[in-house]
């Protein structure tokens, strides 16, 4: 039996310690839109997704999915799987298709979107943004997968002393100052960047 193209799922809040009882919405979503989360899930494992498609349920942050479970054969998986991106590790990284950053440290982690970071103190020329992805653009980040969740590529660069130091200095440009004030104190290990695909929706 073929897949069906969309799929009637309830959708329903899954809020830790929540005593109150939440409404559950009934929707019609298409099933690529359901297979991305799945995939953000389960990542592109026909195995896996198969299993999540016959359970018919699935947690995505605080909300939960149900639906009519699906027994989906392998080439019909196959099929829908192949509709999606595949990890290229030997894409480089394209600066200017950059969307979101994230800085770790030992207890820290410093999410960041384009359209955030992009924005100009007054009198400034430039953006943190513009300065950050230069800067990490010439410490060459490292190639990891490509995020379903994201809808991106994923890299990875090791944060020097000397990035750090430059990273610091550039803070002073965002606008928000809990946030520089956050880079400019916290140990920072590494910085993961999200870089979508020319063309891909998001």
């Known amino acids: 039996m073929a897949l069906p193209e969309s799929i009637r799922v309830k959708l329903s809040s899954e809020d830790a310690g929540s005593i109150s009882i939440t409404p559950v919405v009934v929707q019609t979503m298409p099933l ?12 592109k494992d026909a195995a896996r997704v198969r299993v999540l498609l016959s359970r018919g349920n699935l947690v995505n942050g605080a909300s939960r999915y149900r639906w009519q479970p699906l027994d989906a054969g392998e080439e019909e998986v196959g099929a829908l799987l192949a509709l999606f991106p595949d990890p290229e590790p030997g894409r480089d990284f394209l600066p200017d298709g950059c ?7 030992p207890s820290t982690r410093l999410e960041l979107t384009r359209e955030i970071a992009m ?3 007054m009198l400034h020329r430039n953006s943190f943004w513009e300065q950050m992805v230069r800067t990490a653009s010439g410490g060459v980040p490292r ?15 090791a944060i020097t002393p000397g990035l750090l130091r430059q990273f610091r200095e550039q803070s002073r440009l965002l606008t928000y100052s809990a946030l520089a004030a956050q880079i400019a104190n916290s140990p920072l290990e590494y910085l993961t960047l999200f870089v979508a695909r020319a063309g891909a929706a998001r």
Do not use: N
């Open 119 to 121: 924005r100009k103190r």
């Open 99 to 105: 969307v979101k950053v994230v800085f770790h440290g």
């Open 143 to 157: 190639y990891v997968t490509y995020s379903y969740r994201e809808k991106a590529d994923e890299y990875r660069l």
């Open 32 to 43: 690529r839109e359901l297979m991305d989360l799945i995939l953000a899930a389960a990542g």
